[in-house]
């Protein structure tokens, strides 16, 4: 007899919603990141390092993303309170708001990891509500590179050696937007691009809501 599942065997809830901005600003989206080409670079893990074993990709740095951040948060943090409600999560108010422009190209990926850091850091504020938008050329030149999120436990085999339902796979289309809480393990699958050229990557948005932590909270009164 196989026992139940627990909660962390299961995979956490998450949202997924489609056609999210208009078809003429994802498109101006996708126009502006293939001008800006030349700020793509390697991609850093949370710790600042580069470390393509882990994650391999690229992403905007060193450049003005001032307009289109304040444009996309216009669209994504009045979903915040509905998202609050569909995912559990529990209510908080939104602290601060973090954005990261990707690309993933021929081979690239993002091994599984979590949004939600917890080292010193973090004291002040932590993500609390993680989303993931989409937009890339239609039809898409590249294939994988699957949102797949992990349940909390890793999978167990049951008592017939198979493992159990541990991760749930999301295809990266194009103009959707994923949401799910931060603590919930994730990863990016590799990504098979056969021309390799930038234009035809699978672009991504990563935002990431924080909330106040209780302890400052306490410091501040």
């Given at each position: ?26 498109r ?10 030349a ?16 994650r391999?990709s ?9 307009d ?13 309170a509905?998202?609050i ?66 349940a909390?436990?890793?999978p ?43 234009t035809?990557?699978?672009?991504s ?10 302890s ?6």
């Amino acid at each position: 007899m196989t026992a139940p599942l627990s909660v962390l065997d299961r995979v956490g809830p998450f949202v997924v919603r489609d056609d999210v901005l208009p078809d003429a600003e994802a498109r101006a989206l996708l126009d502006w990141a293939l001008d800006h080409q030349a700020f793509f670079a390697e991609s850093r893990v949370h710790d600042g390092y580069y470390r393509p074993k882990i994650r391999h990709s690229r992403q905007l740095r060193d450049c003005d993303f001032t307009d289109w951040r304040q444009r996309l948060k216009h669209h994504f943090k009045p979903l915040v309170a509905s998202l609050i409600t569909d995912l559990g999560v529990t209510p908080f108010v939104v602290a601060h708001t973090e954005l990261d422009l990707a690309c993933h190209n021929d081979g690239d990926f993002y091994r599984r990891h979590i949004d939600m850091r917890t080292g010193p850091v973090d004291r002040q504020r932590r993500r609390v509500l993680s989303l993931v938008y989409y937009f890339n050329r239609v039809p898409a030149a590249f294939s994988g590179g699957a949102l797949r999120l992990h349940a909390a436990n890793r999978p167990l085999p049951d008592a017939n050696g198979q493992n159990v339902p541990g991760s749930t796979d999301i295809a990266p289309l194009h103009n959707r937007l994923v949401a799910f809480p931060s603590w919930m393990p994730h990863e990016v699958l590799p990504v098979a691009c056969p021309s390799g050229q930038f234009t035809d990557s699978r672009f991504s948005i990563n935002c990431w809501f924080y909330a106040t932590m209780p302890s400052a909270s306490r410091d501040q009164s």
